[in-house]
């Protein structure tokens, strides 16, 4: 599985991205701008002693992204979305792609991907979206269920 972090702001929920990449096995690709540098203190506080066993990939640009991908589904995940992650069949060469914490997934990729943009249903309507790094773990987990790898 891939995780894709687009322009993604706030270090400690990287670092923790990472971390969990790291136990599934998932390559973690980030594309700038980041908010943060990639040796930011606190990135490496929440990957802990994992980030060096991070498998990752820096991309500059959304472009350059699409350009050197690796092969497979592009799945977009936002707040904004109403179709819910659980209604997808998910493969092992997935690629799930996620927003920055304050602006979420830019609206030019949500447009271009919009048949493939799925969202985690929210009960309460006291809450606008989850934590990036809890969103990320719940539909990582649900893709790795699904083919029986967890």
Not at 4 to 24: D, W
Not at 66 to 79: D, E
Request: charged share 20%; glycine share 8%.
């Amino acid at each position: 599985m891939h995780v894709v972090l687009v322009a993604p702001e706030i270090p400690q929920n990287t670092g923790s991205i990472g971390r969990l990449c790291v136990a599934t096995g998932s390559t973690l690709h980030l594309v700038d701008p980041l908010g943060f540098t990639i040796d930011d203190r606190h990135l490496r506080r929440a990957g802990l002693d994992y980030w060096p066993h991070v498998a990752l990939v820096r991309h500059p640009t959304w472009e350059t992204f699409t350009a050197a991908r690796p092969p497979g589904r592009l799945l977009c995940f936002s707040a904004r979305a109403t179709r819910s992650y659980t209604t997808l069949r998910y493969r092992e060469d997935d690629l799930l792609v996620f927003g920055g914490e304050s602006r979420g997934l830019p609206p030019a990729i949500r447009a271009a991907h919009n048949d493939a943009t799925f969202g985690i249903p929210i009960a309460s309507e006291h809450v606008r979206s989850l934590n990036l790094a809890t969103a990320v773990a719940i539909v990582l987990y649900e893709a790795l269920r699904q083919q029986g790898k967890v």
